[in-house]
């Protein structure tokens, strides 16, 4: 077998009598795939509410009890979030947002129809941009929950009366909504929803003072909104994920030494051992050697192969669990061929 190096990050773990599990680290392509023409963007906020909506838009900024300009700050905020993540990928040449023309939606908190693609034609050729990005919503939805509970007693003029402590909590949601055009291709690349929760709390003698304690709530939000900017544009870049796997360690006493060897983080050496029972002629010995050596070759950053030891597995010792690794091991190839079209 092979001597190489492990290009993905495995720990161990005892799982079973019969098996251990451990986790990779492996890369896995980003949700949302681009066209590698695409160098410019443009970033539109199609947020502001129509003539039509604004009256709703101030009934609901007075049932939810948002502040003065929450929404568009916010808007703004999550707009400069995902324009600051793109500058960041070094695979696009600009990014503009676009102020110039004023963009509205028709209705609150929920996707509004996509632009024709004139429109988009006409703003990506005017502005000089492959592509535009667009937050189509954004809208914050507010709680207040305020509770009293006795909190022991105090003596006022020789009288003891029971302490009441107010209690307010907030809870506030805000929540975006994107999407990715790409006029070249006459395609919606994304269509994304986002919410996030965070609650505000403030107590105190009367209810006055315990809603005075819901202080920060504006910057709270604001700095959300921002964060779910960058959040979103992070969806056109592959990323970590850990993943989990089985492999045998029992039926032999290899198995047994290359399990603690395993342990310690010595997979060659484990695989080593592997490799000799897989001509056992037990059949089941084999076939779990089989197996763990689609292990190794997955860990070593070679799935092709470990594809094949695995299938081995299943085909000629009825390996049940190798089955069902196949699959995973078949669908992690058709990721790593998304990825190549990513990098390309």
């Not at 189509?136 to 022991?152: K, M, Q, S």
């Not at 592997?274 to 050596?293: D, F, H, I, Q």
Request: neutral net charge; contains cysteine; charged residues 25%.
């Amino acid at each position: 077998m092979k001597k190489l190096l492990p290009l993905v990050f495995a720990v161990a773990f005892l799982i079973s009598c019969k098996t251990n599990e451990l986790y990779l680290s492996v890369v896995e392509p980003a949700p949302v795939t681009l066209s590698r023409e695409i160098k410019k963007v443009g970033v539109i906020n199609r947020s502001i509410p129509t003539d039509e909506t604004k009256i709703l838009d101030v009934i609901d900024k007075a049932l939810s009890l948002e502040g003065v300009d929450l929404d568009k700050d916010g808007a703004e905020q999550a707009i400069k979030g995902l324009s600051e993540e793109l500058r960041n990928n070094a695979r696009f040449d600009e990014i503009k947002i676009l102020t110039e023309t004023e963009f509205r939606t028709p209705k609150l908190g929920i996707f509004p129809v996509p632009l024709s693609w004139e429109i988009v034609d006409k703003i990506c050729r005017e502005e000089g941009s492959d592509a535009l990005f667009a937050l189509e919503y954004y809208d914050t939805d507010t709680r207040l929950n305020y509770t009293t509970h006795e909190a022991g007693s105090k003596e006022i003029l020789g009288v003891t009366l029971p302490s009441v402590v107010h209690q307010a909590n907030m809870e506030t949601v805000v929540k975006t909504g994107w999407r990715i055009y790409d006029p070249g291709n006459r395609i919606i690349a994304d269509e994304f929803n986002h919410f996030q929760s965070f609650v505000f709390q403030g107590t105190g003698p009367n209810p006055l003072v315990a809603v005075a304690g819901l202080v920060g709530r504006k910057e709270a939000i604001t700095d959300v909104s921002n964060r779910a900017g960058h959040s979103y544009a992070l969806r056109i870049i592959p990323f970590m994920n850990r993943v989990y796997r089985d492999y045998f360690v029992k039926g032999t006493d290899n198995f047994k030494t290359a399990k603690r060897r395993a342990r310690v983080g010595q997979w060659n050496e484990a695989a080593e051992l592997w490799e000799l029972e897989t001509a056992s002629p037990k059949r089941k010995v084999a076939g779990r050697a089989c197996y763990n050596m689609g292990i190794i070759n997955e860990i070593n950053g070679y799935p092709e192969e470990a594809l094949v030891w695995v299938q081995k597995a299943y085909t000629d010792y009825n390996i049940r669990q190798a089955r069902d690794y196949a699959r995973i091991l078949e669908n992690r190839l058709y990721k790593l061929r998304i990825l190549s079209e990513q990098e390309q």
